[in-house]
């Protein structure tokens, strides 16, 4: 109604912050599910057995491309190499203290370390969107979040992965962009979510 989705019946956003949450539309309508949970996006299983999400499972796309586990794969690789993390060290001003922004940091200044994790993350996001578009044929590919804010060269890159791998059926007509709505799209989505479910009662 008010984002970057305005006028497309069938898209999906992926909003990539501390975790990774979505929102699917299809045909006009918001996609609810049998218990109105559908749309976590980020619990799809890229990785079979893969690292602990902070839900029950494993391997989640939230447990390698949400912000708490970009800051958790930065820490694990900078504590098996301190010598090539010390530029990650130094911003951050201990391991314990790097972050997503942190890594963005250092690869914006050519750190080699922050730019192979960001290269495995958008690895990582892509191969979740790869199965996203596959499975749900959008129009529109609307990535958002803290993470896409703060490091837009995650849009270009999972955008080409996407191009490659997912299915050529699913690509036609495909767009994929950054949400428009900044932090602000919760709280709008929610506020005209209430007053459309407010109409339907009068």
Not at 11 to 25: E, K, P, Q
Not at 52 to 61: K, S, T
Not at 124 to 148: D, E, K, S, Y
Not at 174 to 192: H, P, Q
Request: charged share 15%.
């Amino acid at each position: 109604l008010y984002g970057a989705g305005r006028g497309v019946d069938d898209l999906i956003c992926l909003f990539v912050g501390t975790g990774v949450g979505g929102g699917i539309v299809s045909g006009g309508k918001l996609l609810e599910g049998c218990n109105s949970s559908a749309g976590e996006l980020g619990h799809l299983t890229i990785m079979t057995d893969g690292r602990q999400c902070h839900c029950r499972n494993r391997g989640c796309l939230e447990a390698y491309a949400g912000g708490w586990a970009i800051a958790e794969r930065a820490q694990e690789a900078v504590r098996s190499d301190p010598k090539a993390g010390q530029s990650l060290i130094t911003l951050a001003g201990s391991i314990e203290r790097i972050t997503a922004a942190t890594v963005t940091e250092a690869y914006a200044n050519g750190d080699p370390v922050a730019q192979r994790i960001v290269e495995e993350t958008a690895h990582f996001l892509a191969a979740g969107v790869v199965g996203i578009v596959n499975a749900f044929n959008p129009c529109l590919l609307i990535l958002g979040g803290g993470v896409i804010q703060g490091s837009p060269m995650y849009l270009s890159m999972v955008e080409h992965a996407v191009r490659i791998n997912a299915l050529e059926a699913a690509l036609g007509g495909l767009r994929i962009i950054t949400a428009a709505l900044g932090n602000k799209a919760g709280v709008i989505g929610a506020a005209a979510l209430a007053r459309h479910r407010l109409q339907q009662t009068q």
